[in-house]
Nanobody, 118 residues
Framework: QVQLVESGGGLVQPGGSLRLSCAAS????????MGWYRQAPGKQRELVAR???????SYADSVKGRFTISRDNAKNTVYLQMNSLKPEDTAVYYC????????????WGQGTQVTVSS
């Protein structure tokens, strides 16, 4: 059974930082594209950052230069370092794993709330 467990969310002031973690079990993240998505109230879920199994990363324009996705394959964990946080970053953040080998499948974590407010 695949589980993705996010942690590290919380309340932070504008300009602050948070680091989200996604601990994976039942799946080998070194063979997976790992991503962070977010969903704000009343909005669709959107991709924030993605890291492929060969190390390519991509980011939403809104977070470029502020957020960094990284992974520790030995710990089977992926991270999202979020700096210079803005109120518009407030959302539930979800970890996603796309297993790249057949049978290719998508997996989701339960989400962690990030609130940026003074």
């Amino acid at each position: 059974q695949v589980q993705l467990v996010e942690s590290g969310g919380g309340l932070v002031q504008p300009g602050g930082s948070l680091r989200l973690s996604c601990a994976a079990s039942g799946i080998i993240i070194s063979l997976s594209t790992m991503g962070w998505y977010r969903q704000a109230p009343g909005k669709q879920r959107e991709l924030v950052a993605r890291s492929t199994s060969i190390g390519r990363t991509s980011y939403a324009d809104s977070v470029k230069g502020r957020f960094t996705i990284s992974r520790d394959n030995a710990k089977n964990t992926v991270y999202l370092q979020m700096n210079s946080l803005k109120p518009e970053d407030t959302a539930v953040y979800y970890c996603n794993a796309f297993y790249e080998l057949p049978p290719q499948r998508d997996y989701w974590g339960q989400g962690t709330q990030v609130t940026v407010s003074s």
